[in-house]
């Protein structure tokens, strides 16, 4: 109860992801951090998303600065599906 209430007064989820797309561009004031790693601490599925939206980034970035010829297929996509359920427990 007492998280639920933290997550909803605190920071929802959709200002959570908000700040991590923000964060991601460009930074963001010490207290969204706060505001940020506190959500993140309680909240199971933004840090899945977090951590989808990390490596999406950086296979991005790699393709885009021409470093490797990375491509995104449908194996890959699937890797990174199977790695957020398995940190979720859910399937």
Do not use: G
Request: glycine share 0%; aromatic share 4%; proline share 2%.
């Amino acid at each position: 109860m007492l998280k639920k209430l933290i997550h909803i007064i605190f920071l929802p989820c959709s200002e959570a992801t908000m700040l991590m797309e923000k964060q991601n561009a460009e930074n963001i004031s010490p207290k969204e951090n706060r505001k940020l790693s506190l959500h993140l601490a309680i909240c199971k599925w933004c840090r899945a998303y977090k951590e989808k939206l990390e490596i999406l980034d950086k296979m991005l970035k790699r393709k885009l600065s021409d470093e490797s010829n990375v491509e995104i297929n449908d194996s890959d996509i699937h890797k990174v599906k199977e790695r957020a359920l398995k940190n979720l427990d859910i399937s």
